[in-house]
């Protein structure tokens, strides 16, 4: 069964401050990997989606990495803001289905 | 920039009622999900909906659950007869397609479920 684990779950830094949010899963077996942002009382917007046969994918200040075999994903904001505090989420869609595979979360605080 | 919408925002019902929880999905999608998410857990997936069918869910889906796509707009989630366990966030989520690696869901605000 597809199990995806998030760490840390909770994360605060200074504003400005470069920072990486782990995400790993036990099954490699997956179409691709997605990162949520998840605003209180919001629904999850998508960030960036990375196919299985991608290693990385950037957008803007963000760069979602892949690594497959070991069952792992980061995501690396550079720059924080105060505008990037929100619930981070890593999602993965098993082989040949739409469902997604959630992770707890990590939840950001940028402070100013 | 299209959204998936739902309503109401906040639902609170007597256990054993029945409520429907409904969404409208960008208009030219053709997967519809229902996701769900107890405060403090992780986001869960409930069902996913294609060509008026169920296509795939998980083992919380289960008869007291159903879903329906009355018209062309609106896609609806019902639970018969609910139970505590019930209270959660329900997200509505649409995608032009369910089965490509390079498509991403949309989803709603969410209807806040509040079983007393």
């Known amino acids: 069964k597809q199990e995806v684990t998030q760490i840390p779950a909770a994360l605060s830094v200074p504003e400005g401050e470069n920072l990486v949010l782990n995400c790993s899963f036990t099954d490699s077996a997956i179409y691709n990997l997605q990162w949520f942002r998840q605003d209180p009382g919001k629904g999850l917007t998508s960030l960036l989606l990375?196919?299985?046969?991608?290693r990385e994918q950037t957008s803007g200040r963000l760069n979602a990495s892949l690594d497959k075999s070991s069952g792992r994903s980061t995501l690396y904001i550079a720059a924080s803001q105060p505008g990037d505090s929100a619930t981070y989420l890593c999602a993965v869609t098993p082989g040949n289905t739409g469902k997604l595979i959630f992770g707890q979360g990590t939840t950001l605080q940028v402070k100013p | 920039e299209p959204e998936v919408t739902q309503t109401p925002s906040h639902q609170v019902t007597q256990m054993g009622q029945e409520v429907i929880l409904r969404c409208v999905p960008i208009?030219?999608?053709?997967?519809f999900y229902w996701y769900r998410q107890i405060l403090g857990q992780k986001v869960e997936f409930l069902v996913s909906?294609?060509?008026?069918?169920?296509?795939?869910k998980s083992e919380i889906f289960d008869d007291q659950f159903s879903v329906e796509r009355p018209d062309g707009s609106n896609f609806t989630l019902k639970i018969r007869s609910t139970k505590l366990e019930d209270s959660a966030m329900y997200f509505c989520?649409?995608?032009?397609?369910?089965?490509?690696?390079?498509?991403?869901?949309?989803f709603g605000p969410g209807t806040r479920l509040t079983v007393l």
């Open positions: 990375i196919q299985s046969s991608q």
């Open positions: 208009s030219n999608h053709l997967y």
């Open positions: 909906f294609y060509n008026n069918e169920i296509s795939e």
């Open positions: 989520a649409s995608s032009y397609t369910g089965y490509t690696s390079t498509d991403t869901q949309y």
